[in-house]
């Protein structure tokens, strides 16, 4: 194992996370202004954030397989590099299928990082830090998440839609400098003693039914989070008449900041509930998930702002305190040669249906409005917490001791 500071390492993770996340989402804080210079509608809008969750959906395997097999540290370093340049570039499209070309570029490209950093993390990390580190990771995300939609917001309202892009864009290329200093570069890392081809990791892995549940789990609550993480900032312009900044700031805060405070210590009790065995990690996650989707019922009851707001960050802080426990649970579940895969194959369907949300709820905005479609993802969270509960009693325990 290479003599890099395993807390330097997640310090230095969730930063690139939360450039990450930014530059990814940012975009979606500058929809109005694409769709007045350059004629977007709502439905190629949501065609935009589709093709980049499709490209990152299709090229996570890859990105998750090829973290398994070679040295996770340069691999890191090369997305970044390559995303940040690539959202740079963005800033200086002029016509629309620019844009949409680079958003597919995006999505491969960034595909190949979090499945290596989350697998980094968890080399570093044994089972009584690792929740906390992988939580500290994704709260990296959440940062950027707020972050990034908040500046892009800000920049566009006052300079256009490209300032946002080539601005983060150009951080990303400093912070990948820095990177180059603070990430193992040691070619021998990973360090696994098997290495298995990918057919053999991914049959493996879908042979155990709680690492599949855990993947349709993961898959029914991106639905709802993609959503709202493309669709929240126009939500707010459109029916309130918030300024693209303050519309930008809410849309992506009330979920990435109460979602980052969740993270903040959701990974440390994730960790003190599976002293007792880690199965209490999925129960954990059913019961939270459950008590999440009535509060989406808010959107029908109601078009008070503040109540919208206060049922945002409800829903945020129950599904982020759940989803917390998905990447522990599957280290706990796969050997450390596998870990970068699972990773990837997770993404995989995460993405592609959080692509497939977020083009439907394009397609369904003229004749449900967001306040139907934010409503509706109560119902696809119910399944999630019903499929979760069903594994704990039928699955769970056994796949444990297996791997045990």
Same mark, same amino acid.
């Given at each position: 194992?290479?003599? &890099?500071?395993?807390?330097?390492?997640? !310090?230095?993770?969730?930063?690139?996370?939360?450039?990450?996340?930014?530059?990814?989402?940012?975009?979606?804080?500058?929809?109005?202004?694409?769709?007045?210079?350059?004629?977007?509608?709502?439905?190629?809008?949501?065609?935009?954030? +589709?093709?980049?969750?499709?490209?990152?959906?299709?090229?996570?395997?890859?990105?998750?397989?090829?973290?398994?097999?070679?040295? *996770?540290?340069?691999?890191?370093?090369?997305?970044? !590099?390559?995303?940040?340049?690539?959202?740079?570039?963005?800033? @200086?499209?002029?016509?629309?299928?620019?844009? @949409?070309?680079?958003?597919?570029?995006?999505?491969?490209?960034?595909?190949?990082?979090?499945?290596?950093?989350?697998?980094?993390?968890?080399?570093?990390?044994?089972?009584?830090?690792?929740?906390?580190?992988?939580?500290?990771?994704?709260?990296?995300?959440?940062?950027?998440?707020?972050?990034?939609? &908040?500046?892009?917001?800000?920049?566009?309202?006052?300079?256009?839609?490209?300032?946002?892009?080539?601005?983060?864009?150009?951080? =990303?290329?400093?912070?990948?400098?820095?990177? *180059?200093?603070?990430?193992?570069?040691?070619?021998?890392?990973? !360090?696994?003693?098997?290495?298995?081809?990918?057919?053999?990791?991914?049959?493996?892995?879908? *042979?155990?039914?709680?690492?599949?549940?855990?993947?349709?789990?993961?898959?029914?609550?991106?639905?709802?989070?993609?959503?709202?993480?493309?669709?929240?900032?126009?939500?707010?312009?459109?029916?309130?008449?918030?300024? @693209?900044?303050?519309?930008?700031?809410?849309? +992506?805060?009330?979920?990435?900041?109460?979602?980052?405070?969740?993270?903040?210590?959701?990974?440390?009790?994730?960790?003190?509930?599976?002293?007792?065995?880690?199965?209490?990690?999925?129960?954990?996650?059913?019961?939270?998930?459950?008590?999440?989707?009535?509060?989406?019922?808010?959107?029908?009851?109601?078009?008070?702002? &503040?109540?919208?707001?206060?049922?945002?960050?409800?829903?945020?802080?129950?599904?982020?305190?759940?989803?917390?426990?998905?990447?522990?649970?599957?280290?706990?579940?796969?050997?450390?040669?596998? *870990?970068?895969?699972?990773?990837?194959? &997770?993404?995989?369907?995460?993405?592609?249906?959080?692509?497939?949300?977020?083009?439907?709820?394009?397609?369904?905005?003229?004749?449900?409005?967001?306040?139907?479609?934010?409503?509706?993802?109560? =119902?696809?969270?119910?399944?999630?917490?019903?499929?979760?509960?069903?594994?704990?009693?039928?699955?769970?325990?056994?796949?444990?001791?297996?791997?045990?």
């Amino acid at each position: 194992m290479p003599k &890099t500071n395993k807390w330097v390492l997640v !310090a230095t993770l969730f930063l690139a996370s939360a450039l990450n996340y930014a530059d990814r989402t940012s975009i979606t804080s500058v929809y109005a202004l694409l769709k007045s210079d350059l004629g977007f509608s709502d439905a190629a809008l949501g065609a935009m954030g +589709s093709l980049f969750l499709w490209s990152y959906a299709l090229a996570s395997p890859v990105g998750g397989y090829l973290g398994d097999r070679f040295a *996770r540290g340069p691999l890191i370093l090369a997305s970044l !590099a390559s995303w940040s340049l690539i959202t740079l570039v963005t800033g @200086l499209a002029v016509l629309p299928w620019h844009l @949409l070309a680079l958003r597919v570029a995006l999505g491969i490209v960034e595909a190949a990082y979090l499945p290596a950093a989350f697998a980094l993390v968890a080399a570093y990390h044994g089972p009584s830090t690792r929740g906390a580190a992988l939580g500290i990771i994704a709260l990296g995300n959440a940062a950027g998440l707020v972050g990034g939609g &908040t500046l892009a917001g800000y920049l566009g309202e006052h300079y256009g839609w490209r300032a946002p892009l080539i601005t983060l864009g150009a951080a =990303g290329l400093l912070l990948a400098v820095v990177c *180059r200093f603070l990430l193992p570069m040691d070619p021998a890392e990973p !360090a696994t003693a098997e290495k298995l081809s990918y057919r053999q990791a991914a049959t493996e892995l879908l *042979r155990v039914p709680s690492i599949a549940v855990l993947a349709v789990a993961g898959l029914l609550t991106s639905i709802g989070g993609w959503i709202f993480i493309n669709w929240l900032p126009l939500y707010f312009h459109e029916n309130f008449g918030l300024s @693209l900044a303050r519309a930008g700031f809410l849309g +992506s805060s009330l979920v990435g900041l109460s979602g980052a405070a969740t993270l903040a210590v959701g990974g440390w009790v994730s960790d003190r509930v599976a002293m007792g065995g880690a199965h209490r990690r999925m129960w954990m996650q059913a019961a939270l998930i459950l008590c999440a989707a009535p509060v989406l019922l808010t959107f029908l009851a109601t078009r008070q702002q &503040t109540a919208i707001m206060i049922a945002l960050v409800a829903y945020s802080v129950l599904r982020t305190s759940a989803d917390v426990n998905i990447l522990p649970l599957l280290c706990d579940l796969t050997n450390s040669s596998q *870990r970068s895969t699972i990773f990837g194959l &997770t993404n995989m369907v995460n993405t592609m249906a959080g692509g497939a949300g977020v083009l439907a709820a394009g397609l369904l905005k003229s004749s449900a409005g967001l306040n139907g479609v934010f409503a509706g993802v109560a =119902g696809i969270l119910l399944l999630d917490a019903a499929l979760l509960f069903a594994c704990c009693i039928l699955y769970l325990h056994r796949d444990l001791v297996r791997h045990a």
